[in-house]
């Protein structure tokens, strides 16, 4: 039986009017874990952005014309694919990017989830009627922006290529995506087939996989109305500087170092289950994950042994072997860049507990305790399987260290007392408060967004959607035109 994706279909190539090959040439995908060649994609030039763009915008109208009913029933019907066909796409997810199955296995649910969001959010009320005092009929309606430029990482591909093409294109968008190179079957491929497959129009969605020059030209390009942009805060910056100088509506969804707040009353094992699945789920290569765990003095000294005997137990290796926690760093660039940290932050005074070291790209689940600010490890978005522990002996002092921090986009507070944890809680500069619980959660139906560093104050999901992808349109109606004074 043939699968699914269907590698013969699209090896090679990138999506825009069909697929076809395109003028960057072509580029191996390989498996992080084992160097091993999976697939090949075509790679974008601004050229073929340009004609991506072009195709798109053409498609746009008509899509947005359609009935929303009926395009809620495509995004429905993509939903559905994808979870039929969710064991095969996992396998893809694990190969790609490193990923454990239950990982893998989250993306394809809260993926199928995002876009179901998204088809009911084509059928919701998209508008008010405007009180008018001198006849006219007056509404505020939201309308596309037009073509809509998705940009997004390597650590959550679907996901996080999903979460903005779904909305985008449920409210009437077309889109162009340009997957992260590293992950372009997960982030990208995988989104171009099930949305094929869902009878979506061609030209509504193109997928090319690109790096700096393509991500640039969809920043400048003519046709792009918006660019919706997840990575880090260094090209962020770049982005919204490009965007800002072409006049484009920008997203940015950037970075995070996300304190853990342990207070003294704390249930220890608890507190230290919550912190190693915060620092160490998908190897800490993730925007929310746990990058600072703030525990007070009284308890640190025993929740630093406990954490680092559960980091112990965690094995890194092939996560296709079923058999590990952690599979392995996206790249030995990246592996070369925690290990600086680790090592810049010993040397300068932090105490190395456990891990510490890698075996090619398995990074091991690290302790780092007795952390300082003006550390690396302290300062740093790590995005390495890292705990990175420091003490702190009142309350106060936990607010200051946590906000400490250039970026604001998860925070978690662990306490029996409720009110003690939302009297810190309250005080952290963040956009995602986590009460009783550690930094990691996301999902459709709530927005997602930091503050400072970690993006431009917009938010993504959930009861965002509207403000995001769409913009308002003021419409007045006069039964006839009439005479003015001149
Ligand atoms: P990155 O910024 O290097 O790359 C992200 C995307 O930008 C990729 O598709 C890349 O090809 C593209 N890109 C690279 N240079 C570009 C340029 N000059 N112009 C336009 N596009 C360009 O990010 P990364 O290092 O792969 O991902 C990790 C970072 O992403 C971390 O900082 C992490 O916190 C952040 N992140 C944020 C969220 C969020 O939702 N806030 C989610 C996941 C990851």
């Known amino acids: 039986m043939p699968s699914f994706l269907d590698q013969a279909r699209w090896n090679g190539k990138g999506l825009i009017d069909g697929w076809q090959s395109l003028s960057g040439g072509t580029h191996d995908i390989r498996n992080p874990a084992t160097d091993d060649v999976i697939a090949t994609v075509a790679m974008a030039t601004p050229t073929d952005v340009g004609a991506a763009a072009g195709r798109a915008s053409a498609a746009q109208a008509e899509w947005a014309a359609l009935p929303a009913a009926q395009r809620g029933k495509i995004l429905s019907k993509a939903a559905d694919l994808l979870e039929e066909h969710g064991e095969e796409l996992i396998a893809w997810i694990m190969r790609e990017s490193g990923s454990i199955q239950p990982k893998a296995a989250v993306e394809i649910e809260h993926s199928a989830g995002f876009i179901r969001h998204a088809a009911a959010m084509a059928t919701e009320p998209n508008g008010h009627t405007i009180p008018s005092d001198d006849g006219r009929f007056s509404i505020a309606r939201r309308v596309p922006h037009g073509v809509v430029g998705v940009i997004s990482p390597f650590n959550f591909p679907l996901i996080l290529s999903i979460r903005a093409v779904a909305p985008a294109l449920a409210v009437g968008n077309a889109v162009v995506l340009k997957p992260d190179p590293r992950t372009p079957i997960s982030g990208g491929v995988t989104i ?252 459709p139906f709530a927005p997602f967004g930091g503050c400072g560093k970690s993006g431009n104050g917009g938010r993504i999901s959930g009861p965002a959607n509207w403000e995001e992808f769409t913009q308002w349109q003021w419409v007045t109606v006069k039964d006839s035109a009439g005479l003015y004074p001149f």
Request: contains cysteine.
């Open 192 to 443: 171009a087939r099930i949305f094929e497959e869902a009878g979506l129009p061609a030209g509504v969605l193109s997928v090319i996989s690109g790096g700096a020059d393509a991500g640039e030209a969809m920043c400048t390009d003519p046709n792009i109305a918006m660019v919706s942009f997840t990575g880090s805060a260094e090209i962020g910056a770049k982005v919204g500087e490009l965007c800002g100088r072409h006049i484009k509506k920008v997203q940015l969804e950037l970075g995070g170092k996300n304190a853990l707040v342990v207070l003294d009353d704390a249930d220890l094992d608890t507190a230290v289950s919550n912190a190693a699945w915060g620092c160490y789920l998908h190897q800490g290569q993730i925007c929310m994950a746990t990058g600072l765990v703030l525990v007070q003095e009284a308890i640190a000294q025993t929740f630093v042994e406990k954490l680092a005997a559960k980091a112990r137990q965690l094995p890194a290796g092939d996560p296709m072997s079923g058999q590990v926690a952690l599979g392995p760093i996206i790249n030995d660039r990246q592996v070369d860049r925690i290990q600086r940290i680790v090592d810049e932050s010993v040397a300068q005074g932090a105490r190395l507990v456990t891990g510490g070291r890698h075996d090619g790209r398995f990074y091991a689940a690290t302790v780092l305790a007795d952390v300082r600010p003006g550390m690396p490890a302290f300062d740093e978005e790590i995005f390495g399987p890292v705990a990175v522990v420091a003490a702190f002996a009142t309350d106060e002092d936990a607010v200051d260290l946590a906000n400490r921090s250039d970026y604001g986009l998860a925070a978690g507070v662990i306490s029996s007392s409720l009110n003690r944890a939302l009297a810190v809680g309250n005080r952290l500069n963040v956009g995602h408060l986590h009460i009783n619980d550690q930094t990691v959660m996301a999902g």
